[in-house]
């Protein structure tokens, strides 16, 4: 049994809450954006009509749209990647990347991406994607703070895939 944190007044563990409404109070207060899409096809790659059947807190703040706005995968990537040539190279990034991960069936390619935010500025993000059965989960953590010039860097270094246009 999982215990969970909570206020007194609220019960103490996932059983005494049920487990459907404890993953989601978990993914909808997680610290990072997570967007889960469906379905995935046979070879591993997510279609472009792929409906977005969530996103949590962060990313609706994060990036300013929820599932009412931004339905499918190709409207959340023509949000995220307004430039074409950028957009393009993230489709080939994220369908080599489902692929591997559908195979594996773990996060694969943590990677620095830029991606434009809720109010027009560009966000430096840490993405991860993870396939589960049918689903494509993806994460991005905001790491804008730590881009900012003069600012030290320290932990591992991980391979920036696209920049901001000019």
């Given amino acids: 049994m999982l215990t969970a944190h909570l ?4 019960p103490s563990s ?3 809450l049920g487990d459907s409404e404890a993953l989601f109070r978990i993914l909808e207060n997680l610290p990072m954006a997570l967007g889960v899409a469906e379905p995935v096809l046979a070879d591993g790659t997510i279609a472009p009509d792929a409906r977005v059947t969530f996103y949590n807190k962060k990313w609706r ?4 749209f929820g599932t009412d706005e931004v339905k499918n995968v190709t409207q959340a990537t023509e949000r995220l990647y307004p430039d074409p040539e950028m957009r393009r190279r993230n489709i080939a990034w994220r369908e080599s990347v489902a692929a591997k991960a559908r195979e594996t ?5 943590a ?3 830029v991606a434009m935010g809720a109010v027009g500025k560009w966000i430096h993000v840490i993405s991860s994607t993870t396939m589960v059965g049918d689903k494509m989960l993806v994460s991005m953590e905001d790491i804008t703070a730590r881009k900012r ?11 920036k895939v696209f920049s901001s246009p000019a």
């Fill in 7 to 10: 206020p007194p007044s609220q």
């Fill in 14 to 16: 996932f059983d005494a």
């Fill in 61 to 64: 703040d994060l990036f300013g």
């Fill in 105 to 109: 069936g773990r996060a694969l390619n």
């Fill in 111 to 113: 990677v620095e991406l």
């Fill in 149 to 159: 010039p003069g600012r030290r860097r320290s932990g591992p270094t991980r391979r």
